[in-house]
């Protein structure tokens, strides 16, 4: 049997012990619910028998308050009430019925409990009917003492009863207690057992059929692997996972040692290969050192030749440098003063604009002061017509001062003749009089002061006329000399564009001699880096030669 199913084997008998456990169990609970059943019947069965004996004492207490009434108003509730417990002594009964057993004695004084309670009823229903009619009928049918008999023997019929119900009851919980005890002591019983059992069973598993076996194997296997491979492995013939363990650990044995003679043979093998192999290595040596030693030779002569033409171009690349380090600081020098030309060029370019604009705002205004002079001239002219105008309305006005001064002065002599009544004319003639003097003086001035007028009005037109004449000639001065600038500045901008172009062409010629700079420049440090590689090719051609001898010596030496 294999190590699983023993295990397996040791899990079943728990799981046996378990299933019997839980059979019993349930066993145990069916049995012991039937028992509780039945106590739980035999315990109603004594309430009811309980019950019905309270309910006929108080149908007799009833009965006794129809006895003690005057009346049949006052015996009607008790009337009632009796009726009432009546009916649930009924109810209680077929309650009752359904728990007491079919057959049997049980059975048999129910049945006589039943029969004396239908006779107690009817009687009780009889009182009833009499306390209805007259409660003294019902006094003298129920109060005495052949009825009191009657209810005792009743009552006891039915305590009877509850007492039979009561001795089953206990005697049930008896055998409650009785089963409790016995089933629990068969269960842990049983369950301690088949723990223990399994236990003990899945330990022997464990330590004999587990353990002791692999600690076996274990040990032989340390040894083995220590290198004893003499050791006696025991033959096993168990069809468990330990056996086949043991025919590995034998067959794991015999294979190191058939190895360890393969070792042995091997060793020597390698002895006498590596012996061909020293004197093919020294051969070969010999022969290496014969062609390798050649090829160095003109290594380190084409070395020499690369290190001899590695300076010369280490010379001619500094030159070369040199030369364009020249070329380019008089390229930039060139292109400097190209640029310095086509700023100066672009500066008189602008000014030469600035001027011609400058020139066309002063003809355009010298237009405006041509038209504003012609309409000055206008204006004059029309001052003078207008002054000619008021020398005419001057003349005028001395003519009407004339002719009031005259009047005055006739005036004057009618209020002399009129005397006394011509003294306030006389005043007023007086007054025009002076008037028109004063008006006459006035009009000379006036006409002094606009015949001045003319005059200078004459004059200043003549002199607008002169102005007018120059500046227009001062305009088409101007249009001249505006179109001569704009030639001009045209031209100029002409030249710096082309001193722009050349100022590029010499920025290029510039750049290009600065890439031929950093070309030498790479050229002299590729030239330079060329030199030291052919001084470290010669250097390290001789460690490779010191190095070859040293190697071929060692080859041989081994």
């Known amino acids: 049997m294999s190590i699983r199913l023993k295990i397996m084997a040791a899990v079943g008998v728990l799981g046996v012990v378990s299933v019997i456990l839980a059979g019993l169990g349930i066993q145990s609970m069916q049995a012991y619910n039937t028992r509780v059943a039945a106590y739980e019947n035999a315990a109603t ?282 070329a380019a600081a008089a390229s930039e020098e060139t292109s400097a003063n190209v640029q310095s030309v086509a700023s100066a060029s672009e500066e008189l370019s602008a000014s030469i604009q600035e001027i011609s604009r400058q020139i066309s705002e002063a003809s355009s205004l010298i237009g405006e002061a041509v038209g504003q002079a012609r309409a000055t001239d206008t204006d004059v002219r029309t001052l003078a017509e207008n002054a000619s105008k008021v020398g005419e309305v001057v003349t005028l006005i001395q003519g009407i001062a004339e002719q009031t001064n005259l009047l005055a002065l006739n005036a004057t002599i009618e209020a002399a003749r009129a005397g006394e009544a011509g003294k306030g004319f006389a005043v007023v003639a007086n007054e025009v009089k002076a008037l028109a003097t004063q008006t006459a003086k006035a009009t000379g001035d006036i006409e002094a002061q606009m015949t001045a007028i003319e005059a200078a009005t004459g004059h200043a037109v003549e002199r607008i006329a002169d102005i007018v004449k120059r500046i227009g000639d001062l305009n088409s001065l101007t249009g001249g000399v505006a179109a001569s600038a704009e030639q001009q500045g045209a031209a100029t901008g002409d030249i710096a564009r082309a001193i722009q172009e050349a100022a590029a062409g010499a920025s290029q010629i510039a750049s290009t001699i600065e890439a031929l700079n950093q070309i030498s420049d790479g050229n002299a440090q590729a030239s330079g880096e060329l030199l030291e590689a052919c001084k470290t090719l010669n250097s390290r051609s001789e460690d490779l030669k010191s190095q070859m001898t040293r190697f071929v010596s060692g080859i041989k030496a081994a």
């Open 45 to 326: 069965r004594a309430y009811h028998g309980a019950h019905l004996n309270r309910l006929v004492t108080t149908v007799v207490m009833e009965a006794r308050g129809i006895y003690a009434s005057q009346t049949t108003e006052q015996a009607a509730p008790f009337g009632e009430g009796l009726l009432r417990r009546l009916d649930q002594i009924d109810e209680l009964l077929a309650e009752w019925s359904t728990l007491v057993p079919a057959s049997g004695e049980e059975r048999a004084l129910f049945e006589a409990v039943v029969a004396r309670s239908s006779e107690f009823r009817s009687f009780r229903a009889e009182t009833v009917r009499l306390g209805g009619i007259d409660p003294a009928l019902a006094n003298e049918q129920g109060n005495n003492m052949e009825n009191r008999s009657n209810r005792r023997a009743y009552q006891e019929e039915i305590d009877a009863v509850v007492e039979r119900d009561r001795a089953q009851l206990n005697a049930i919980e008896a055998d409650l207690a009785n089963f409790y005890r016995t089933r629990f002591i068969m269960l842990s019983g049983i369950a301690i057992l088949g723990v223990l059992g399994g236990l003990g069973f899945a330990l022997y598993v464990a330590i004999f059929q587990v353990s002791r076996p692999l600690t076996k194997v274990t040990d032989v296997l340390e040894q083995v692997a220590g290198g004893d491979l003499q050791i006696e492995v025991p033959s096993v013939h168990s069809r468990d996972e330990v056996g086949q363990l043991w025919s590995t650990v034998s067959v794991l044995r015999t294979a190191l040692a058939d190895a360890e003679a393969m070792k042995a043979e091997q060793e020597q093998n390698e002895t006498r290969q590596r012996e061909m192999q020293r004197q093919l290595m020294i051969e070969t040596a010999d022969r290496f050192e014969a062609e390798v030693g050649s090829l160095l030779g003109e290594v380190l002569q084409a070395a020499s030749q690369v290190y001899t033409a590695a300076g010369i171009v280490d010379t001619n690349a500094t030159r070369t440098t040199e030369e364009s380090s020249s």
